[in-house]
């Protein structure tokens, strides 16, 4: 790629901010190093160097920011679901009353929960995968230079953490139909008894 099309590319024509520079055979890297950082307003330092450096660039300023909102998602979504299940559980509390009035075991109980909470975190999962790929062909259309690289591991710990979500949502959920009495007034169809 050359320097003028690099420009165009990234829309920032007659601006320079990194040059790489490929020393002939025999040249020696410090005596080059000295040459450029004589030059005014210009620094050269090693391939190894800089790799370094801009590793310690993101770690440093950009992943504490990245690890804060995946933390901050983490607890959105483990609070979404929850909330999902837990409105559910209280609306169908009747029907959960029945089950444990004919013999349903709290491990039933609790897996049912469960089960209910990895239906909606799967579902939100595949809504989210379909709106990551739309998202990021629109990117792509809108601003050339908007690049994406998304690994398969990457949508499995994605995946990983929807279920490790539905399985922390269901804790309350759960602490609710133990508290269930099948003898409350509430469970029993008083006209089925009369």
């Keep these: 790629l050359q320097l003028q099309e690099a420009q165009a590319a990234l829309a920032t024509p007659g601006k320079l901010s990194l ?3 490929s020393l002939t055979q025999g040249a020696s890297p410090g005596d080059v190093i000295g ?3 004589s030059t005014t307003g210009v620094t050269a330092e090693t391939r190894d160097a ?3 450096a801009s590793r310690s660039f993101m770690d440093r300023g950009f992943l504490p920011l990245i690890s804060v909102l995946i933390t901050i998602g983490f607890a959105v979504g ?3 679901i929850g909330l999902t299940i837990y409105t559910s559980i209280i609306d169908k509390a009747r029907e959960y009353g029945v089950l444990k009035a004919i013999g349903a075991s709290n491990a039933q109980l609790y897996l049912l929960a469960v089960d209910q909470a990895v239906i909606v975190s799967t579902l939100g999962y595949g809504a989210g995968l379909l709106i990551s790929f739309g998202a990021r062909k629109l990117g792509a259309m809108a601003v050339t230079t908007f690049i994406t690289s998304v690994k398969l591991v990457d949508y499995g710990w994605v995946f990983g953490a929807a279920l490790l979500m539905s399985m922390l949502a269901s ?3 759960v602490s609710r139909l133990l508290t269930i009495d099948p003898v409350d007034s509430r469970f029993i169809d008083r006209t089925s008894l009369e």
């Design 78 to 80: 483990v609070a979404v």
């Design 19 to 21: 040059l790489a520079v």
């Design 171 to 173: 804790y309350l959920p």
């Design 50 to 52: 800089f790799v370094q």
């Design 35 to 37: 040459a450029i950082d």
